[in-house]
């Protein structure tokens, strides 16, 4: 089925660790995005990338790095998690002036 | 500070009667707002949306309608049904004059109770 692809779906991580959370699209969309979910917070831009090889960051990017790998693949990396990443992590695709964003299924890390 | 503001994290509403969604917002350059849908363990996914230059915009069940002197939105489903409790989120952009990303609001979590 054509969308978002996220993986993995569940990472737990002990502090310290780092890991790369990969997000693919096949709707040949132009931009990508990683938001995080937190209870009571609602979604928060963490960094965009607009169009291939441009990165921009969001509300909410520090203790993250982006790699817009190509046109398909947006991947973030925690170099260093700490438990406040705690957090469930979407990517999401559009057009550029497109209303309409195709966010992934999510994946829940937990860091302790 | 939030730029686009749900004030109720949640609403109960009966099946078969209207459950009305409110959304604030402050930064005067957005000029398109969506609503999305979000069930537990998915993404979120998109419902109905509304440009600055129109107040209201109907999609079957779905309403939205945009009051900018208030710089308030309001999501209006009609009837409601049980399929309906999700979370929604409000999410606001500058589209036209700048394209920049969604900002969304902290959601409201609606229940239809049959």
């Known amino acids: 089925n054509a969308g978002v692809t996220q993986t993995p779906k569940f990472q737990v991580l002990k502090t310290g660790q780092s890991m790369t959370l990969q997000c693919a699209q096949d709707?040949?969309?132009?931009?990508m995005y990683w938001y995080r979910q937190d209870p009571g917070m609602g979604l928060r831009l963490i960094y965009y990338?607009?169009?291939?090889?441009?990165?921009d960051k969001g509300e909410v990017p520090n203790g993250y790095n982006v790699s817009r790998l190509n046109k398909r693949e947006f991947s973030l990396r925690l170099e260093s998690a700490a438990p406040s990443q705690t957090s469930v992590y979407f990517c999401?695709?559009?057009?550029?002036?497109?209303?309409?964003?195709?966010f992934g299924s999510g994946t829940r890390l937990t860091v302790v | 500070d939030q730029q686009v503001k749900q004030n109720s994290p949640s609403l109960s509403v009966q099946e078969g009667r209207i459950s009305i969604l409110n959304c604030d917002y402050t930064n005067s350059m957005f000029d398109y707002f969506l609503w999305y849908k979000k069930y537990p363990a998915e993404g979120p996914t998109f419902l109905i949306s509304i440009s600055s230059i129109k107040d209201k915009n109907e999609d079957g069940r779905f309403t939205v309608f945009l009051n900018k002197s208030a710089k308030h939105l309001s999501l209006h489903i009609v009837p409601s049904q049980p399929g309906d409790s999700a979370v929604y989120f409000c999410a606001a952009s500058a589209w036209y004059s700048g394209n920049t990303p969604l900002v969304f609001g902290k959601g409201t979590r609606l229940s239809v109770i049959a």
């Open positions: 999401a695709s559009s057009e550029p002036r497109s209303y309409g964003y195709t």
């Open positions: 709707m040949n969309h132009n931009s």
């Open positions: 990338s607009a169009s291939e090889g441009t990165t």
